[in-house]
């Protein structure tokens, strides 16, 4: 009898240890299935969108004479689509909007809340955070700052209602492909918060902000995806305070679980002065590329010879050997015909040669430049300070 119990404790326990076998055998397989077809593909233009006709007028002539372009991200800061409580003006949305939709374009919402969200928010009892501008690269560098804290209930519930407000007015235009996954953001759509020594220090002292964060991006991963059922939700990549980038796995895991076929990520951090292998954000996309829709926005402005973006052609080796589905240019690259045609056939180039033979014809040209290569270096104490674009 022990004989029996002993040994069919065993079998359970093998049985057991099987079942759990087959369980991760399954989910590995699962999950390495590749995303469904692409969503977005090609060229796109950043644009912050404006009441001022004059500037809508110039946009819609210049969309217009690109055919180079796939689509247009629209950037809107909250505090000028409402500023008082329930009040939403969408006129200047609504006017660019409209010239998309008479020229065909397919767009983006990138809606911001972080240091555009609305005054009111924080006079009816929002937590604020303040800190400083610590971007070089922006015209307020310096200047005071406030966020709210991403896990206020009062930001949360006024946030919520505008992301289900803009899912009413635009979610069933076939044109709007994508929304931004914003929440927890602040100059810009990516995962930014302030970072300093000091801002660390306030971070801490509002308790565990890791998991705080993580159920802040599994909510908004869901109310984005709720208010605009159709389309991709693109979350902006980049290092979140001083945490590990398997947060930025958390993140990512959670959406592709839940959307598989339309969660995108994407690398703000493009660059042309050498390969981006090493830099986190693009590491990510790299080792998600087969599982995740993703993409890239130009770090900065390829117009001009900017030592800070680099070259095209290397900007093009990098997006190539990640297989990035589409590229976003910087607002005055992307309404340039010259340059976008330029960025577009050296793209071309590179996904007809492929990442190793592109990568050749680029060293036996002299254009190709290695790490210890790069000698550019950010304003101020960063190298390549990575939260920057124009419309940060």
Not at 22 to 45: D, E, F, K, N
Not at 248 to 257: A, D, F, K, T
Not at 334 to 349: C, D, F, N, P
Request: proline share 5%; charged share 25%.
């Amino acid at each position: 009898m022990r004989w029996n119990m002993r040994y069919g404790g065993l079998h359970i326990l093998w049985w057991m240890s099987y079942c759990l076998f087959l369980i991760a055998a399954t989910a590995s397989i699962s999950c390495a299935v590749p995303a469904g077809p692409s969503i977005r593909t090609g060229l796109w233009v950043t644009q912050k969108v404006s009441s001022d006709r004059a500037e809508l007028d110039v946009f819609t002539n210049s969309i217009r004479a690109n055919h180079q372009l796939a689509g247009v991200c629209l950037h809107i800061p909250w505090n000028q689509v409402e500023k008082e409580p329930g009040k939403l003006d969408f006129t200047a949305l609504d006017n660019f909007v409209a010239a998309l939709r008479g020229i065909g374009m397919k767009y983006q919402l990138c809606f911001k809340p972080g240091a555009s969200t609305p005054a009111f928010v924080y006079a009816e009892g929002a937590q604020a955070f303040e800190s400083r501008v610590m971007n070089p690269h922006r015209p307020n560098f310096g200047e005071a700052t406030v966020i709210p804290v991403p896990w206020d209930p009062i930001y949360q519930r006024k946030f919520s209602r505008v992301i289900a407000q803009l899912g009413e007015r635009y979610g069933n235009d076939p044109l709007c492909v994508s929304v931004v996954l914003t929440c927890a953001n602040s100059l810009s759509a990516e995962m930014h918060l302030p970072k300093t020594r000091e801002d660390l220090a306030k971070w801490k002292a509002l308790g565990n902000y890791e998991e705080k964060l993580l159920d802040v991006y599994k909510k908004y991963t869901d109310v984005w995806a709720k208010a605009f059922p159709r389309q991709e939700i693109s979350l902006h990549l980049s290092k979140v305070l001083d945490l590990p980038p398997q947060f930025c796995e958390r993140v990512i895991e959670y959406g592709l679980g839940k959307y598989p076929d339309r969660f995108s990520i994407q690398n703000c951090q493009l660059t042309g002065r050498r390969e981006d292998t090493g830099m986190m954000t693009y590491d990510l996309v790299q080792k998600y590329r087969d599982r995740a829709h993703h993409g890239f926005q130009s770090l900065a402005s390829l117009a001009n010879g900017g030592e800070r973006m680099g070259s095209i052609e290397l900007a093009v080796l990098n997006v190539v050997h990640a297989e990035g589905e589409y590229w976003e240019l910087w607002h005055g690259d992307g309404l340039s015909v010259e340059t976008s045609a330029a960025v577009a056939r050296a793209w071309e180039e590179g996904r007809r040669l492929g990442y190793d033979a592109y990568k050749k014809k680029l060293m036996s040209e002299g254009e190709y430049r290695a790490r210890d290569e790069d000698h550019y270096r950010a304003k101020g104490t960063d190298r390549g300070n990575p939260a920057q674009t124009l419309i940060k």
